[in-house]
C-alpha cells in the first residue's frame, strides 16, 4: 500500500470474531481511511472482475449461482477442508486484493486528509504481509468469547467454530509481532476507549515516521 503524500499505514488483523471489523469502524469514526480486505476479495471474485476468471477455471462452476456468480459460502466450505486448495485460493485472490487497496490508497491520498491508513485483513500474518506496514494491531479476546460470537452471527455447531478458529494462526503467533493489542473481551464502550488510546498512538507514529502535518 502505497500513496502520494505521507500515511501512516498500519494493519488490523486478529483470529475470527475477534471483534477487528468493529475496531475497523471505530477507527474510520475517528478520521483513519479504512480498506476492508474482505469487501475487496468479493469485489475482485465478482463477474468480469479481475480474479473472477481463475477463480472459476480452478475451483469449477459449479462454485456458480444461476447468475454466474461466485457463491462464496460455496467456495469457502470448498477450501475449508483443503489445504492445498486454500492456498491456491490465496494465491489467486491476495495479490488482486493487495493491488486493489493500493489503487484505493493511491487515489485517497491526494485529496484525503487521514493520517492514518488502516487495512482490516485476516490472515495478514499467516501470509507475511504484516511486514509490509508501518504498525500491526491485533484485536483479541478469549476463545470462548470468539465461539459464542462465532455461534450467534454464522449459526455454527461449536465444533464447526473451533474449527474455523483453529484452521488460523494462533492469536500466539499474530500477538508476537503487534505493535499494538486491543482486547474486545468487554463491553462495546470498553472496546472503544481502547481503539481510541491506539488511534491516538498511531497519530504520534505518524509524527515520529513523517514530522508534524503542514
Known amino acids: 500500500m502505497d500513496g502520494g503524500r505521507p500515511i501512516l499505514r498500519a494493519g488490523l488483523t486478529g ?3 475477534s471483534g477487528k471489523t468493529t475496531i475497523g469502524e471505530i477507527l474510520a469514526e475517528l478520521g483513519a481511511f479504512v480498506i476492508d480486505a474482505d469487501a475487496l476479495a ?3 471474485m465478482e463477474p468480469g ?5 481463475r477463480v472459476v477455471k480452478r475451483f469449477g462452476r459449479e462454485m456458480l449461482d444461476d447468475q454466474d456468480r461466485i457463491v462464496r459460502p460455496r467456495l469457502a466450505e470448498r477450501v475449508f477442508h483443503d489445504e492445498q486448495a486454500r492456498l491456491a485460493l490465496n494465491h489467486i485472490v491476495h495479490p488482486e486484493v493487495m493491488a486493489e487497496a493500493d489503487r484505493l490508497l493511491a487515489a485517497y491520498t491526494p485529496r484525503g486528509r487521514a493520517r492514518v491508513a488502516i487495512f482490516d485483513a485476516a490472515l495478514l500474518v499467516e501470509t507475511g504481509l504484516y511486514r509490509d506496514f508501518h504498525r500491526l494491531i491485533v484485536a483479541r479476546c478469549s476463545r470462548d468469547t470468539q465461539i459464542r460470537r462465532l455461534l450467534a ?5 461449536t465444533g464447526e467454530a473451533e474449527a474455523r478458529i483453529d484452521s488460523q494462526a494462533p ?3 499474530k500477538l508476537e509481532v503487534a505493535d499494538y493489542v486491543i482486547d474486545t473481551e468487554g463491553t462495546l464502550r470498553e472496546t472503544r476507549k481502547r481503539t481510541e488510546g491506539v ?6 507514529d ?3 515516521e513523517f514530522g508534524a502535518p503542514s
Open 171 to 173: 492469536l500466539e503467533k
Open 199 to 204: 488511534n491516538a498512538a498511531l497519530l504520534d
Open 153 to 157: 452471527r454464522d449459526r455454527l455447531t
Open 206 to 208: 505518524f509524527e515520529r
Open 15 to 17: 483470529g475470527i470474531a
Open 42 to 44: 468479493h469485489a475482485v
Open 49 to 53: 472482475a479481475s480474479a473472477y476468471s
